[in-house]
């Protein structure tokens, strides 16, 4: 959709892109550097392991409040976030058959109502800290459906597993959200065979703007200071023509 915005919070939204474009890099090389992408995104071994599960939980937050958000950011104002989101929805590329093989062996909360109920302590809710902390923050969850996200996963699951593909499989649907907007902002490229971005920063654009409307502001000024001082001349040279006739008409005299 298109909506008006201010150039004030344009920044902002470019700030706050910036700032998710750093902790997606971030993302994207501590996958790059693990030998095997699936264990340290569903079962991380070690401390870069947990530092990156702990990087995906902010990055699933932003890539919920894309969702429903986008009469906000959109039109982008800076591509850097969704170019580094691209490169990581490519590398989960990698492991995003074992994420769903997992994913399918849960139940959505429909399914858990209908099952017996004597069959329902064989399974768990899967339970994101982040989903806890802002369902009730009306800005992060609008436009859309718990439904989505209250999954039960069987007891012969790893939980922490199946909290770490939920919230995966959040990343990736708005990856997919992205793709499938009339003017995409990601798509997935064949011949490079990854997620590619399509847009570009309009930052320098707002400056160049910015910079336009100053400079117009201060030749109007100073158009309006000129026009002023050449008035306030003329009308002292008129006044001293004046005075000069009637002191002629005076000697005359």
Known sequence: PST???????????LAGDMFGLLLERCNLLVAAQPDP??????PATQLQEDLGNLLVP???????????NDTWYPVTSSEPFAQLAQLATRLEAVKADMQELLD?????????????????????????EDA???????????????????????????????????????????????????????WSLPDNSHVCLVRDTVDQVSRDMAVS????????????????????????????????????????
């Not at 858990?112 to 800290?129: K, N, S, T, V």
């Open 214 to 253: 100053n400079l117009t502001a201060l030749i109007a000024r100073d158009e309006y200071v000129l026009e002023e001082s050449y008035s306030g001349e003329e009308e002292e040279e008129e006044e001293e023509e004046r005075e000069g006739e009637d002191s002629e008409t005076e000697t005359e005299k």
């Open 105 to 129: 062996t849960c139940l959505t909360e429909e399914a858990f109502m209908a099952h017996p109920q004597a069959g329902r302590d064989d399974f768990e809710l899967i339970r994101l800290a």
């Open 38 to 43: 699936l264990d340290s995104l569903l079962a």
């Open 59 to 69: 990055v699933k937050v932003w890539c919920d409040w894309l969702l429903g958000n």
């Open 133 to 187: 902390l802002l369902c009730e923050f009306d800005p992060w969850f609008r436009g859309l459906s718990w439904e989505s996200y209250r999954q039960f996963a069987p007891r012969t699951v790893s939980l922490a597993r199946a909290v770490a593909a939920k919230r995966l499989s959040q990343i990736l649907l708005a990856v997919e959200f992205l793709e499938g907007l009339d003017q995409p902002v990601l798509k």
């Open 4 to 14: 008006y915005r201010g150039v004030t919070q344009d920044m902002a939204l470019s």
